[in-house]
């Protein structure tokens, strides 16, 4: 047999060793069929069912068009590995009036001088689901090349703050409160000069202030960049394995008005260098003190423990989540984390490169199980290489569900569109478990990502946030050269929800704390008991609306019971406070010290 038949043949004998859900259909079956083919001649769709999401990016004047700086028709022979990595977003309320604003990252192209780069971009949210480009008035216009970004109020000023990674140079962009920031970056202390991918905020040390973490991907420069070919024999961009540069991430520490140190040798965190591009944060092991885990593309992923004397520690093997449940290291790029059985542990998915199936990691007190196969998550994403994800309550009916952002690093055979690297993205919607003894589990919708008909992009960062505060949670994909999607919620208002605005004593997003409630909505006749945390990022290069959601379900069991009961937050430096009971259908605020004190 010629060596390039065998190569082929052995490729696809090997990709079949993952397709262990056998109730899911094959990455070539229903699902695939129905999604675009840029070669298949056009057809008239059937009535379907009804859309969970209309893209109204256009409409609302959230105009954005990312732009990596490849350009195949003046250099076709140049592909440097950034380039196929961005770009991000993150929601926030920027000029403090209380709705969510939108910003994005933007690439550039590589060499360029800043002043010829064109630097991210600020809407202002304007009600009604329509926005306003306010980048010239607003300082955020960071020109670095640019990855992802987070915000968290990091000077305790009550305005939120912004901190963008970059290939080559962070940025910290401080805010006035008005919408207005300023690069504060070298007088900070916060400047990385590696490659950031995903950052988050968070209080490692319990001390009242914001620390930061940074991603870093890889030891990379421009004048060392590697020729690689894909499988089709095509120039096309590395895998990160060709570097083996490895990078290690970085742990800043804040000593309370925005000025950090780099604590990342003294905490053990650059003991562990990786090919990191999704983050979560959450208290894992339920000790009190929040950990850090993180997504690597072709490595173990690392789990953080955090010791609560300043050190931590990578536990990921010990505790079940560093390869998935066969003992193989997957391309982990975007992170999704949140309590999904109602247990009042926080779990982890993990989404893979094409042919790898997502790592669904079940929290069991401290170490995780992998129940990807039991969920139906082993095979229905397989055919896509996904990067920002998300669980959320989109249909509002008691279950998260499941989005991702997909687009390809490396041309495949299969076109969609006339953009080599362009996939549709994809929902799968909570269906509850099996009974009380197996995991959630997740199902496919025919319209693939919940809208009529999917483009195919290449899908990156994926942002969640209530962005007309109608209840429903909206999703902003950015996609690497192409428009930015704004993924309106149409579900309807059939379900319940409730969400919360919770604030520390500095009156600033209380990032790591939890609340928890009771609830007998739904169709359950038994009582539950649901948890949430108070998060920005996750998902990849992303940060979201701080503001804790709960879907409900279609209505209360008992029409005199309270719908909401016992709402109760733990703070991140220990203390719990109940708030009693509240209403549905709106958004409420929790203030550190205006509950009743339980410890």
Known sequence: MPLGVLAVVLLFACDSSETDDPGAPSAAGPLHDRLPDSHAAPREQPPGPPPWFEDRAAEAGLLFTHHSGHDASTDPERFLMPEIMGGGAALLDADGDGRLDVYLVQGGTWGAAPTEQPGNQLFRNLGELRFEDVTATSGADDRGYGMGATAGDLDNDGDVDLYVTNVGGNALL????????????????????????????????????????????????????????????????????????????????????????????????????????????????????????????????????????????????????????????????????????????????VCNLDRQADSFFLNQGGWFRDETPRAGLAVR????????????????????????????????????????????????????????????????????????????????????????????????????????????????????????????????DALGATVTLRTRAGEEARERMLTRDVRAASSYLASHDARVHFGLGARPVAPDAAPVREVTVSWVDGTVETFGDRDTGRYHVLRAGQGEPLR
């Not at 916060?190 to 030891?219: C, E, I, K, M, R």
Request: net charge negative; charged share 25%.
């Open 174 to 349: 401080l805010n006035d409160g008005g919408g207005h920031f300023a690069d504060v970056t070298g007088p900070s202390g916060a400047g990385d000069p590696g490659w950031g991918t995903s950052t988050a905020a968070l209080d490692h040390d319990q001390d009242g202030d914001l620390d930061l973490f940074v991603v870093n991907y890889l030891d990379w420069s421009a004048a060392g960049e590697l020729t690689c070919h894909n499988e089709l024999g095509q120039l096309d961009y590395c895998s990160p394995q060709n570097y083996e540069s490895a990078a290690r991430d970085v742990l800043l520490e804040n000593d309370g008005a925005a000025v950090f140190r780099d604590v990342s040798e003294a905490s053990g965190i650059a003991s562990a260098p990786g090919t990191g591009l999704g983050v979560g944060c959450a208290d894992f092991d339920g000790d009190g003190w929040i950990d850090i885990f993180v997504a690597n593309d072709g490595m173990p992923d690392a789990l953080w423990k955090n010791g609560g004397d300043g050190r931590f520690e990578n536990i990921a093997l010990l505790a079940g989540c560093a390869v998935d449940h066969s003992g193989r290291s997957k391309a982990g790029m975007g992170v999704a984390v949140s309590d999904v059985n109602d247990d009042g542990r926080p779990d982890l998915i």
């Open 381 to 508: 994403s397989r055919a896509f290489t996904r990067f920002g994800m998300g669980l959320r309550d989109f249909d509002l009916d008691g279950h998260l569900d499941l989005f991702q952002a997909n687009g390809r690093v490396t041309r495949r055979a299969k076109l969609y569109t006339d953009d080599p690297y362009a996939e549709p993205d994809l929902l799968q919607r909570g269906i509850g478990a099996d009974g009380h003894a197996g995991p959630p589990r997740f199902e496919a919708l025919a319209t693939a990502d919940g809208t009529r008909q999917p483009p195919a992009l290449t899908g990156r960062a994926a942002a969640f946030g209530d962005l007309d505060d109608d209840g429903r949670i909206d999703i902003v994909v950015v996609n690497r050269d192409g428009p930015t999607r704004l993924l309106h919620n149409v579900t309807g208002t059939g379900g319940g929800w409730v969400g919360f605005r919770v604030l520390d004593a500095h009156g600033r």
